[in-house]
């Protein structure tokens, strides 16, 4: 499995995502066990955020940690309207109780929202002295936004990335990994939509003996310091995202992906969902 060097860890470039997990009780035992598989899989990056079945995914993370804990790299994060001097330790705390751990490994604002940066930066940086977080970072934070926090201790950027939305090449992604700040690609499999069902892909994985899926993910981690974050239920796509660390995309089949998609040549901005 490929890695990538990550406030202050070496991590599997493949971790996992949580979105919409922990909004079904129903579906709570399928959702730890796939995540306990990731994580005997390798994938040992978690991320989830306060906002996810507003708190119920975190829940779920917690499940999925117990007894072990530190085999984890756990990652959440916190609401923009919670991001204020006052907020933003009331809320850590309200996700390291459902979490059931006593430490984030990395803390991040989930998108800019009404509050002062420098206000959420030093309610983080308090948090860190009080070793309630191990770093903390952003996400969805464009080129602009990054040059404004200026802060060397933002330990990483969560962006949309993936072959049909693939902007950040133009300038936020050479500008981070310049600054060796790492990115956490999410979306990676454009959420399961049409980009599986792409007949480029399906034949670039037809010739790697592997899936679409992992073709994507693939793709996604071959830039140095590059994270992906697939969201897997199914435990047969749990083991493909798994193996997928290990999947190689040679030249020919890079230069395929970027006639199919091409790579941007001017500044576009950010994407979100
Ligand atoms: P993904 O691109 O990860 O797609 C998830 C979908 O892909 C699910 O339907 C899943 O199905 C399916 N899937 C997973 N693995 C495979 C596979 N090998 N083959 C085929 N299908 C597969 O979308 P997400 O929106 O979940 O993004 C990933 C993570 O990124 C989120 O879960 C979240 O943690 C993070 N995120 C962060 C955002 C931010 O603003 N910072 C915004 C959006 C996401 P199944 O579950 O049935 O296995």
Redesign the pocket.
């Known amino acids: 499995m490929r890695t990538v060097e990550l406030a202050d860890r070496r991590v599997a470039a493949i971790g996992q995502?949580?979105?919409?997990m922990g909004e079904d009780p129903a579906r709570k035992a399928a959702e730890v066990a796939a995540l306990q598989q990731g994580i005997e899989l390798g994938m040992s990056l978690i991320?989830?955020?306060e906002m996810y079945a507003e708190g119920g995914a975190e829940e779920v993370v917690g499940a999925a940690m117990a007894g072990r804990r530190d085999q984890v790299f756990l990652v959440s994060?916190v609401y923009p309207h919670n991001a204020s001097q006052r907020g933003v330790p009331q809320a850590c705390e309200r996700s390291l109780r459902r979490l059931g751990t006593d430490c984030i490994d990395l803390y991040l604002l989930?998108?800019r929202g009404q509050y002062p940066l420098e206000e959420t930066v030093e309610a983080f940086e308090r948090l860190r002295e009080q070793g309630k977080i191990r770093r903390w970072g952003v996400?969805?934070f464009d080129l602009n936004d990054m040059i404004e926090l200026d802060n060397a201790a933002c330990a990483a950027n969560?962006v949309?990335y993936?072959p049909p939305q693939r902007g950040i090449e133009f300038d936020l992604l050479p500008w981070s990994q310049a600054q060796q700040m790492p990115i956490m690609a999410?979306?990676?499999?454009?959420?399961?939509g049409q980009l599986?069902q792409h007949p480029l892909l399906a034949e670039i994985a037809e010739r790697h003996n592997a899936?679409p899926?992992?073709v994507s993910l693939a793709w996604v981690t071959r830039h140095a310091g590059v994270i992906a974050?697939?969201?897997?239920?199914?435990p047969r796509?749990v083991q493909?995202?798994a193996a997928a660390g290990e999947l190689s995309l040679s030249a020919a089949d890079l230069q395929a992906i970027d006639q199919a998609f091409a790579p941007p040549t001017r500044k576009q901005h950010l994407a979100?969902?």
């Not at 995502?17 to 919409?20: D, L, S, V």
């Not at 999410?186 to 399961?192: G, R, V």
């Not at 974050?229 to 199914?234: G, L, M, R, S, T």
């Open positions: 995502g949580t979105w919409y991320d989830t955020a994060k989930h998108w996400s969805n969560q949309l993936n999410y979306c990676p499999l454009a959420q399961a599986l899936t899926a992992q974050i697939p969201k897997a239920v199914d796509h493909l995202n979100m969902v």
